[in-house]
């Protein structure tokens, strides 16, 4: 784990909070379904008036949910649509990745000077 001071969230706290906890819920339902090779690794830095917030974990092969909701193109539920709306209320955007067994979630956000 990489984590750079955050001192300079203040009223954006929540938001933060928010995002890194639906990033961590999902990483860990991810890890759940895995029998062995669990991993979640977390990055945290910052650049300038930027935070970029990385979750990378295993995953299986089949992306996939267990909430209830996933109407949306993607095929991820609620928990990534909230990230991406909270990064772009802050100038930022979420990016996912998908490969064999690696999921990757990236999340930048201004959160002024």
């Known amino acids: 784990m990489e984590v750079c001071p955050l001192s300079d ?5 929540n938001d933060f909070c ?5 990033l961590l819920d999902n990483a860990i ?3 759940e379904k895995l029998e062995s090779g669990r991993f979640i690794r977390i990055s945290i830095r910052r650049q300038e008036t930027f935070y970029d917030i990385r979750v990378v ?6 992306l ?8 949306n193109v993607v095929g991820h539920g609620l928990g990534l649509r909230s990230v991406e709306r909270i990064a772009h209320r802050y100038g930022g955007s979420l990016a996912v990745n998908r490969e ?5 979630a ?3 956000m201004e959160f002024g000077a």
């Open 57 to 62: 974990n295993s995953a299986s092969e089949e």
């Open 29 to 31: 339902e991810a890890c």
């Open 106 to 108: 990236v999340v930048r």
């Open 64 to 71: 996939s949910s267990a909430k209830e909701d996933k109407d």
């Open 18 to 22: 928010t995002v890194l906890g639906n």
């Open 9 to 13: 969230l203040r009223d954006a706290a």
């Open 100 to 104: 064999p067994g690696v999921f990757t």
